[in-house]
């Protein structure tokens, strides 16, 4: 199993680019997060599914949209970016079931947004 | 809402010391877990340990121990005769998720632990 991927590890966009932020799992993973981390903050959830065709908006949503058309993806969608949304952005996924024991992170995308 | 306090931004030790990681959480639920992840300069989260709200035994695994207590909410995290090996961020978490699998979870804000020659 590749585990969690996400591509790509580092971006560069410039103010008011859309991007996408791909994350794929081989786990048959139910839940799938994303969250951001910034300096002094620790990580802050963006938004999450329960299965596909399910999300819902996490603590800090704004500027950021998501689907899930299948179990293993769950992309992230910059639609204008902006300074505040440079951040290292990290995918996540978990059985979903009550004996599941931890959330499997993906290794990360730095994004910087000038 | 759910909150976790790290309130040690940075400690630094010198091998071989012992050092303790200060956890504080709030929650209304009667239900829920806390983890501990490290962070090794390479970036990635790497999971430790979680712990569901109704089992309050303490845990050791190798260097590493936890010590729970629901009376003051605190989830603190020992490591013994440190190394430099263990220079990492380490964040404690928390998650209300009634399937107790951490979809949702909320983060200190991390503690940077330096241990040195």
């Known amino acids: 199993n590749a585990g969690v991927t996400q591509t790509p590890k580092f971006q560069v966009l410039k103010t008011g680019q859309s991007m996408t932020l791909q994350c794929a799992q081989d786990?048959?993973?139910?839940?799938m997060s994303w969250y951001r981390q910034d300096p002094g903050m620790g990580l802050r959830l963006i938004h999450y599914?329960?299965?596909?065709?399910?999300?819902d908006q996490g603590e800090v949503p704004n500027g950021y949209n998501v689907s899930r058309s299948t179990t293993e993806d769950f992309p992230l969608r910059l639609l204008s970016a902006a300074p505040s949304q440079t951040s290292v952005y990290f995918c996540?996924?978990?059985?979903?079931?009550?004996?599941?024991?931890?959330?499997?992170f993906g290794p990360g995308t730095r994004l910087t947004v000038t | 809402a759910q909150k976790v306090t790290q309130a040690q931004t940075e400690i630094s030790v010198v091998e071989k010391e012992d050092v303790t990681l200060d956890c504080v959480y709030e929650?209304?639920?009667?239900?829920?877990?806390l983890f501990w992840y490290k962070q090794p300069p390479s970036g990635e989260l790497v999971f430790l340990i979680r712990?569901?709200?109704?089992?309050?035994q303490n845990e050791i695994s190798g260097r590493y121990s936890w010590n729970f207590q629901k009376s003051t909410s605190s989830f603190n995290f020992t490591i013994t005769a440190s190394q430099v090996v263990d220079s990492a961020v380490y964040f404690c978490?928390?998650?209300?998720?009634?399937?107790?699998?951490?979809?949702?979870?909320?983060f200190g804000t991390g503690t940077q632990l330096k241990v040195e020659l």
């Open positions: 996540a996924s978990n059985p979903g079931t009550v004996v599941s024991y931890e959330q499997y």
């Open positions: 786990m048959n993973h139910e839940y």
């Open positions: 599914s329960v299965g596909a065709g399910i999300t």
């Open positions: 929650t209304r639920d009667t239900t829920y877990y």
């Open positions: 712990r569901n709200s109704f089992d309050e």
């Open positions: 978490a928390l998650s209300e998720s009634p399937t107790g699998g951490g979809n949702k979870l909320t």
